[in-house]
């Protein structure tokens, strides 16, 4: 069933995604060669909780961090170790959720390590961009989900890049996965409409090569099939009186 919220709902939302906000804006600043992604984890669990929020992610169906870190191939749910440390040149994706007086926030970045390739910087930035292209696309009791997965698609494939099909958006609120999906991909005209009072995560991830994916034996870990680089970047939004609001921005 899906849920719509009330004002009074999605200010606390605001609240628990400004905070989502704010970590990965403090990752970002600490993303260098040498730091382990497990101090990476503690770095974003630290300032969670000092917020008076919750990480999300810890301990959810057994996940043991508070953020996903994923490098290079891993399209996303890396999981941070004390012996993997960030190299010059790889790309990065985190991925960020924080429960916030009982409302949840989720948002990732994914960015580069020092300096590195121009074809991994464009695939960052088109991903990014395939997001704001499926903002643009969303007008509210009109837009059905086909038609934002649709403007994703589109643009990301116009770059000769995979749509990972295999892991979706999802509606967002008193619990981190609520109805509906949300794909990266579709067709125009076809799925629900995108109503006022609804809160979804919309999260293109974007492979350099083949949109197909190989689920690792850690039970959580997703990689590119070709180990190409893949890209992954997210925010909560909230569709209100007044069209679109990207909460975690």
Known sequence: ????????????????????????????????EGITTYELDRLAHDYITKQGAVPSFLGYNGFPASICVSIDCE???????KKRRLEEGQIVSYDVGAIFEGWNGDAARTVGVGIISDQCQ??????????FEGVKAIV?????????????????????????????GHGIGRHMHEEPDVPNYGTAGHGMRLTKGMTIAIEPMINMGTEKVDFMSDGWT????????????????????????ILSL
């Open 75 to 81: 399209v996303v749910h890396g999981i941070p170790s």
């Open 140 to 168: 509210p009791d009109v837009t059905r989900l086909g038609d934002l997965g649709h403007a994703i698609q589109r643009y990301a494939e116009s770059f000769g890049y995979g749509v990972v099909r295999e892991l979706v």
């Open 1 to 32: 069933m899906i849920s719509i919220k009330s004002k009074e709902q999605i200010q606390l939302m605001r609240r628990a995604n400004q905070i989502v906000r704010d970590t990965l804006n403090l990752l970002i600043e600490h993303t260098r």
């Open 122 to 131: 464009r695939l960052i930035d088109v991903t990014e961009q395939s997001f």
């Open 222 to 245: 997703v990689k590119t099939r070709d180990r190409k680089p893949s890209a992954h970047y997210e925010n909560t939004i909230a569709i209100t009186d007044n069209g679109v609001e």
